[in-house]
């Protein structure tokens, strides 16, 4: 095994004692097509985990709805729910759309009433407030996102105006119910669909707003693993029945995970076109190396080399191309993840695509399977060469030696 290494060292270089330029082309191939997949994938990894980050600070885990519309006995649910080995909080809610204004600005938004001390087991939002207003008032409470704040341009300890369109039936028809709220909070979760359409108050402030009586809209849940979800909602969807059902965070946000995983398959074999690209460089370079080399597989053969060693020695020269473009693409491709993560060199509009600054997330599993991927492609490049190599026929090649 040593002799086709050796030779296939040897036959990589040029005769001036350096690297040939064909295998310096070909190793660029393929390292030019590794880093490329590995920036790729990782920029569309972190953009999937920040994403999933920023929805399971925002939302829960869980939710325990009613097909009726409102849940009465929602004390004793949570009891029950509270006892459940994987949950590991519970959290009443009220959800509706109103209209938010505050002088001639106004927006719609979805007004959310919580109880804070349980909230805060279930979601992270409290943990993104960044500007507070702690001067005692009459008025109810309300915390509201940054770009919200921007929109109806106020601050920490201005009212705005609750529009509810399910008012009261009057002589003119329905009247709008109004409340005025002080904003005693500014979040900022980095993510423009919450920042901009999600407003919290008070629980017993929602429900007489929206007229729910004692009723809840549902029952936030927080587990212990959040990738079971599906497994823990299945089983509380077979416990419960009835009029309940339970939504966990992968149904909510279906359709945008699936397209971000779609997006991933997609881009990874788009750019992996790239190291196939780079492997016609193998063949083409080998194809030459063969032809010039002639003389040199006749006199091996002649001294007892068999088809297989003429093959290896060929096949090694593909491999060794492969790992050493692998080796520069990943170093390069890791490198270039770590400036683009440290130094934040690329800003996203966060109206556009969520999120403000190009998230990166390295993963081993990818990183794993683009080097293998890149691999076995360059050992598939080699198969004709060396096969070519091997059917050299000694005596016509030597016949006027």
């Keep these: 095994m040593k002799l086709p290494l ?98 001639k600005r106004a927006h719609g938004v979805y007004l959310r009433g919580i109880i804070p001390e349980y909230d805060m087991k279930t979601t992270e939002v409290f943990k993104h407030i960044k500007y507070k207003y702690q001067h005692y008032t009459e008025l109810p409470w309300i915390i509201i996102g940054k770009e919200l704040a921007n929109i109806l341009g106020v601050l920490p300890g201005d009212t705005v105006t609750a529009i509810s369109p399910m008012g009261t039936i009057g002589p003119l028809g329905i009247i709008p119910k109004v409340k005025k709220f002080i904003v005693t909070g500014i979040f900022e979760i980095g993510m423009f669909e919450y920042d901009m359409n999600l407003v919290i108050t008070d629980l017993k402030i929602a429900q007489d707003f929206f007229e729910y009586g004692d009723k809840v809209t549902g029952i936030q849940l927080k587990l212990k693993d959040v990738y079971k979800a599906n497994i823990v909602s299945d089983s509380l969807n077979q416990e419960l029945k009835g009029d309940f059902y339970v939504k966990n965070w992968m149904q909510m946000n279906r359709n945008l995970f699936s397209a971000l995983k779609l997006e991933k398959f997609a881009m990874f074999i788009i750019l992996a076109l790239i190291v196939l690209v780079a492997s016609f460089n193998i063949i083409s370079m080998l194809m030459v190396n063969v032809t010039e080399k002639q003389r040199d597989i006749a006199i091996l053969k002649s001294m007892g080399a068999t088809d297989n060693l003429i093959k290896l020695i060929f096949m090694y020269q593909g491999l060794i191309i492969g790992f050493i473009g692998v080796l520069v693409g990943l170093t390069t491709g890791l ?50 060469p060396a096969h070519r190599a091997s059917k050299i026929n000694p005596v016509e090649i030597l016949r006027y030696e």
């Design 6 to 103: 050796f030779i296939a060292l040897r036959y990589l270089k040029s005769r001036k004692k350096g690297i040939s330029f064909g295998t310096l082309i070909s190793i660029s191939g393929v390292a030019v097509g590794v880093m490329a997949l590995i920036v790729v994938i990782s920029v569309v990894s972190g953009f999937h985990e920040d994403l999933q980050r920023k929805i399971l600070g925002t939302q829960a885990h869980a939710v325990v709805l009613s097909y009726s519309g409102g849940i009465s006995n929602y004390k004793e649910l949570i009891n029950f729910l509270s006892t459940k080995q994987d949950i590991q909080a519970c959290s009443p809610f009220v959800m509706g759309q109103v209209l938010i204004s505050s002088g």
């Design 335 to 384: 490198i270039l993840c770590e400036i683009i993560k440290s130094y934040d060199i690329v800003k996203l509009p966060a109206d556009v695509y969520y999120l403000s600054k190009l998230p990166v997330k390295v993963k081993v599993f990818d990183v794993l399977l683009i080097c293998a991927t890149a691999l076995f492609i360059s050992l598939v490049s080699t198969i004709y």
